[in-house]
């Protein structure tokens, strides 16, 4: 009887260990997590900016500045992965529409469709590799 609760319990140790493993791999590193962070937050603090009607280049300047520099850590921050061409040629599409925006002289509309594309190159990206 003993060898049987010490098998059960050591079976659901056993277990539970292996669900907290795979969670901490499946997490991932805090650098990632934090560009992506980040991105999402410069995008939101441009959609906020873009509805107040504050779309002047000096308002603008700061966020896509973020946006840019970041651009440059996708690589450094997620590289290897499956399809590591696949994922530069995105971040260089991502970089592209950044640089596009960056240093426009905009009126909101146009921020807008800046915007989109944006979030466009970044939807592409998510899609292939995040699945």
């Known amino acids: 009887m003993r060898s049987v609760v010490a098998l059960a319990v050591g079976l659901a140790m056993g277990g539970l260990l292996t669900v907290i493993g795979m969670n901490s791999l499946r997490k991932g590193t805090a650098y990632p997590n934090g560009v992506m962070a980040v991105m999402a937050a410069?995008?939101?603090?441009?959609?906020?900016?873009r509805k107040a009607g504050a779309?002047?280049?000096?308002?603008?300047?700061?966020p896509l500045g973020t946006l840019a520099a970041l651009g440059n850590d996708l690589e450094p921050a997620f590289l290897?992965?499956?399809?590591?061409?696949?994922?530069?040629?995105?971040s260089g599409d991502y970089r592209a529409a950044v640089d596009a925006a960056t240093g426009?002289?905009?009126?909101?509309?146009?921020?807008?469709?800046?915007?989109?594309?944006?979030?466009a190159s970044c939807k592409a990206c998510h899609q292939q590799f995040k699945g």
């Open 104 to 119: 426009a002289v905009l009126d909101c509309k146009q921020l807008e469709v800046k915007l989109d594309a944006i979030s």
């Open 55 to 62: 779309c002047s280049a000096e308002d603008l300047a700061a």
């Open 80 to 90: 290897p992965t499956a399809d590591n061409a696949a994922f530069s040629a995105l």
């Open 42 to 49: 410069q995008m939101g603090h441009l959609e906020a900016q």
